[in-house]
């Protein structure tokens, strides 16, 4: 008789390429109901710091972050602490990690996110992204206006955050061994890129690989976050190593992405957030409906993990029952979608 599979096991299979026994749900945090998660990201605490907390909280650069109320958080409006990129090297200053214990400060990353890692892939961050916490620093107008009047000074700023994050990560790596290597950097808008394929293979792709190069190295498949329409890079990101794609959003080519790829890079996502399935007074049937034809579209042959979910007020039953709806979905007609 055949034994099953743990979450864990088959979500892995999905990232070595391989075909799983069921479609993965994927998951960033645990599951409301106390169910499984096949993995979960987690940030490192002295890093992230900001990710804890409801209440503002500053970043390790300095800068603001406030809670937006359904569980996400964000750079706090007009609260820049760069105003002029050319001042960057007076303001912004790396942490001392020279007294670092790091096998101690693993161990409370790994206490701290409390995870049976016998059932649950953990998916290790080191920060949200270069481009993005450089906006973060500047805000946009004046961060994509110093891209293009300031490239070597902003060049400065990204390798500067790279040299840290690089040692931090050669000195964690293998006390936290995670099961997934993450990368993640929001470089796009729902419709198109914040920035050039050129500009980005020139200024950011340098560093992403040095980043994935931990992982390749240790054998750790590789996870890349990136919302919007990002498709322009996906070419580049196989080169550095990249096993799957998250939340791969649907203003992206899907289709012909899987038909190109295969399941040499998963797609995390696929789930269209249609104004009738956001509306408060969408019925089940039509959630389980959308949720099953997002399974039949994608999931055949593999290559692909199932992620959407509604986003509310904390709290709020609504929001919390859709999402219920959408995991049950997701076990029941996915779980027996490759028998």
């Not at 293979?201 to 690989?209: F, V």
């Not at 329409?229 to 939340?247: I, T």
Request: hydrophobic content about 35%; proline content about 6%; glycine content about 8%.
């Amino acid at each position: 008789m055949a034994v099953k599979l743990t979450e864990k096991e088959n979500y892995m299979r999905m990232m070595h390429g391989e075909i799983p026994e069921w479609v993965p749900l994927y998951s960033f945090g645990p599951n409301p109901d106390g169910s499984p998660t096949s993995q979960r990201k987690v940030f490192s605490g002295p890093l992230c710091q900001q990710m804890a907390t409801q209440a503002p909280a500053k970043d390790i650069w300095g800068v603001t972050y406030i809670a937006t109320g359904d569980g996400a958080k964000l750079p706090a409006p007009n609260d820049f602490i760069l105003d002029d990129i050319t001042k960057w090297h007076d303001i912004i200053k790396a942490p001392d990690t020279s007294d670092f214990n790091w096998e101690k400060v693993a161990k409370m990353d790994l206490e701290r996110w409390n995870i049976d890692r016998s059932q649950t892939a953990l998916c290790f961050v080191l920060h949200t992204g270069y481009f993005q916490q450089v906006m973060s620093m500047l805000g946009f107008n004046e961060g994509l206006c110093a891209l293009l009047e300031e490239p070597e000074e902003c060049q400065a700023l990204f390798d500067y955050m790279a040299d840290f994050y690089l040692d931090y990560a050669e000195h964690i790596i293998d006390y936290i061994q995670p099961d997934i290597w993450a990368i993640t950097d929001d470089i796009a808008t729902f419709l198109n890129p914040f920035i050039s394929p050129e500009l980005y293979r020139k200024m950011l792709k340098p560093l992403y690989a040095k980043q994935a190069k931990l992982g390749v190295d240790r054998g750790i498949p590789i996870d890349m976050h990136c919302c919007g329409r990002c498709e322009d890079f996906l070419d580049d990101w196989l080169e550095l190593g990249v096993n799957a794609w998250q939340p791969a959003q649907v203003s992206n080519d899907l289709d012909s992405i899987k038909k190109k790829y295969g399941r040499k890079l998963a797609i995390c996502g696929g789930f269209d957030m249609t104004p009738q399935l956001v509306d408060q007074n969408c019925p089940k049937e039509v959630v389980t409906e959308a949720v099953k034809k997002t399974i039949d579209r994608y999931a055949p042959n593999g290559g692909y993990s199932f992620y959407g979910n509604f986003l509310g007020p904390i709290g709020d039953p609504v929001t919390a029952q859709k999402n219920a709806w959408i995991r049950e979905t997701v076990r029941d007609y996915g779980g027996k979608f490759y028998q």
